[in-house]
């Protein structure tokens, strides 16, 4: 079942949750920057990992052993998904 953790919200703030669980995520991933995305005991990246992963087919096998249903026949650019104004990257 996939889940999300959203280290600033609210819920992370007491006792600086958030912060601690950034740290140890920074010293497991060698990565500051969020968001990081682990699929099992993958870690794809951020954001633009995620789409490049996505756009290739990798991330397929991964979410269909997690038993994360989705259609494959929609093709379709992730990048697409970013707003017009951050596309021309």
């Known amino acids: ?9 609210l819920s992370y703030q ?3 949750q ?5 740290v140890a995520l ?6 500051s ?3 990081q995305l682990f699929v099992v005991d993958w870690l ?12 290739n087919g990798e ?13 494959e026949s929609q093709l379709l650019d992730a990048y697409s998904l970013l707003r017009k104004w951050l596309q021309p990257r």
């Open 1 to 9: 079942m996939p889940r999300f953790k959203d280290l600033d919200s």
């Open 44 to 55: 794809i990246d951020g954001r633009t990992g995620t789409f490049d992963v996505f756009n």
């Open 18 to 22: 958030g912060g601690k669980l950034h």
């Open 26 to 31: 920074k010293a497991k991933t060698e990565l």
């Open 33 to 35: 920057t969020t968001p």
């Open 14 to 16: 007491k006792n600086n």
């Open 59 to 71: 991330l397929h096998k991964p979410l269909k052993s997690s038993n994360v249903t989705f259609d």
